[in-house]
C-alpha cells in the first residue's frame, strides 16, 4: 500500500518538474495615469505542447495593449482585465512571451497573476505585486 502512495507521489512531481513555467517581469514602481510596461514568459520545460496564458490584472489597472510573441492575446467576454493568450507550439526549452501595457487608475500595492498551461502539463502561476505611486 506504501509503495503505491509512493509512486503517486513520484508521479506528481515529475509531472511538475516537466510542466511549463511562468515569471514576471516589470520595472520598478507604477504612477497613476502612466502606462506601466511589463512581461510575462511561459517556458514549456516539457516535450513539445501548445502553451497559453491567462493573465488577471488588479482592480485598478487597465489594459492598453498585449503583444504575444507568438499567437494571439484576447481580452475575456466575462470581465475587465482579463486577458487570454494562445501562443501555439513551443519546443522543449522554448519560450514565449506576452508584453502587456496597463495603466494605474489607483495608488498602493496591487498583485497581476499570471497563469501559463501547457497542452501536457498543469498550470503553473505566477503573481507580482506592483506597488503604484500616486500622480504628481
Known sequence: MFATSLLLVQTAQAQTDQGV???TVGSGSAVVGQPYAFTV???NNSAPQSVGLKNFLPEGMTLESATPSQGTCST???GAGGL????GELPTGGSATVDIVATPTVPGAVTNTAVGQGEFAPADTDEVTI???PAG
Open 76 to 78: 475575456p467576454h466575462h
Open 131 to 133: 506597488t503604484v505611486n
Open 21 to 23: 513555467s511562468t515569471r
Open 84 to 87: 487570454d493568450c494562445t501562443l
Open 41 to 43: 514568459e511561459v517556458t
